[in-house]
């Protein structure tokens, strides 16, 4: 079984910057896609970036395209989300999450996630 534990979510200014991590133990992440996803009050969850299994193939949702960077280090079975130029409809819980995938191929931003993370809590306030 998989677990993730999100970090690094707190109270940022507008245009400040925040890089979130998600750890995972119980397997190693080598041959899971990892996504974030968060979630405002009132709205839907939504996708906002994964990278795949290898590494090789990212994806962001159009709202972050150029702010935020996805990334992984498989030896230390971590992802990371670097998230600058924040603004206040950022706000959210963040999520992320792993699915296994028998080969490399692209990741997408939508279910079916099968191992969920806890969240951390981003702030965009001034």
């Known amino acids: 079984q998989l677990q993730l534990v999100e970090s690094g979510g707190g109270l940022v200014q507008p245009g400040g910057s925040l890089r979130l991590s998600c750890a995972a133990s119980?397997?190693?992440?080598?041959?899971?896609?990892i996504a974030w996803f968060r979630q405002a009050p009132g709205k839907e969850r939504e996708g906002v970036s994964c990278?795949?299994?290898?590494?090789?193939?990212?994806k962001y949702a159009d709202s972050v395209k150029g702010r935020f960077t996805i990334s992984r280090d498989n030896a230390k079975n971590t992802v990371y989300l670097q998230m600058n130029s924040l603004k206040p409809e950022d706000a959210a819980i963040y999520y992320c999450?792993?699915?296994?995938?028998?080969?490399?191929?692209?990741?997408?931003?939508?279910?079916?996630?099968?191992?969920w993370g806890q969240g951390t809590q981003v702030t965009v306030s001034s």
């Open positions: 999450a792993a699915r296994r995938r028998v080969v490399s191929s692209v990741c997408v931003l939508s279910p079916p996630y099968n191992y």
């Open positions: 990278i795949n299994r290898s590494g090789g193939y990212t």
């Open positions: 119980g397997l190693t992440i080598d041959s899971h896609d």
